[in-house]
C-alpha cells in the first residue's frame, strides 16, 4: 500500500528520507553517508507501490535485498562503513564483496528509476511504460540474464498511465512537478558519484 499523503503535500513527503538530505562530503572525494542513504533509498522503493501493479514487485524486491546486503555489512562493522566508499574498501579488504556487489545492483537500479522517471516529467506526452521500457534498456537490461528479461519487461508493460501516476503524487501538479524535479536531480548525482566509484580499481573485486 503506497502511503498517504499529507494535506496540500506530495507522495515524497512521506518518505523516511530524501536524496536531497543525503550528506555528500566533497572534501573526502564526495563520499556519501551510508545510513542516510539507504533510507533514501529505501522511502525511493515505495514508488513502486504508487506505480500499483504486482508486476513491479521483483523491481522493488530486488532493491531491498541490496539494501539488506549493505545494511548487513554495515551492522557488522560500523566504524569501517559510515560511507558508501569506506564501507566497499573495507569489505573487499576483507576478500569479500557481497554488500559492494548489492551496491552496484542497487546503484543500477536506482538508475533506472531516475532516468525514466526523469525522461517521464521532461516529456508530459510520453506514457510511463515508454520511459521505463527505455530506461531499462539503458541501465539494466545489459546486466540481466534471459530468465529475468522477461519478468521485468512484465513491470513495464504493466506501467499506469501518466495521468493515473502523477494524480497519485499529489493534489497540485505543478509542486509534484516542481519537487519531483528537485528529488530526481538528487538522485542523479548521487548515482553518478557512485557509478564513478564503483567503476574505479578500488571498487573492483
Not at 562530503?25 to 507501490?49: Q, V
Not at 504486482?54 to 549493505?70: E, L, R, W, Y
Not at 505543478?174 to 567503476?199: G, H, R
Amino acid at each position: 500500500m503506497a502511503a498517504q499523503i499529507p494535506p496540500g503535500g506530495t507522495y515524497l513527503d512521506t518518505f523516511k528520507r530524501s536524496f536531497t538530505d543525503v550528506p555528500i562530503d566533497a572534501e573526502k572525494g564526495n563520499a556519501i553517508t551510508t545510513t542516510e542513504f539507504l533510507e533514501a533509498a529505501e522511502s525511493l522503493t515505495t514508488m513502486f507501490d504508487v506505480l500499483g501493479s504486482v508486476a513491479f514487485s521483483p523491481v522493488k524486491n530486488d532493491m531491498i535485498g541490496n539494501i539488506k546486503k549493505i545494511r548487513d555489512r554495515q551492522l557488522a562493522a560500523p566504524l569501517e562503513s559510515e560511507t558508501l566508499q569506506d564501507l566497499a574498501r573495507n569489505e573487499l579488504k576483507m576478500k569479500s564483496h557481497k554488500a559492494t556487489e548489492g551496491m552496484l545492483w542497487l546503484v543500477r537500479g536506482l538508475e533506472f528509476t531516475c532516468i525514466a522517471l526523469t525522461q517521464n516529467v521532461a516529456n508530459s506526452k510520453e506514457e510511463l511504460s515508454d520511459s521505463f521500457r527505455a530506461a531499462y534498456g539503458q541501465t539494466l537490461k545489459p546486466h540481466h540474464s534471459f530468465v529475468i528479461k522477461p519478468v521485468f519487461s512484465a513491470a513495464m508493460s504493466a506501467c499506469p498511465y501518466r495521468k493515473d501516476f502523477y494524480i497519485k503524487l499529489g493534489e497540485d501538479p505543478e509542486k509534484v512537478d516542481a519537487e519531483l524535479k528537485e528529488y530526481l536531480a538528487a538522485l542523479e548525482n548521487i548515482v553518478a558519484i557512485l557509478k564513478e566509484f564503483l567503476n574505479s580499481k578500488e571498487a573492483k573485486w
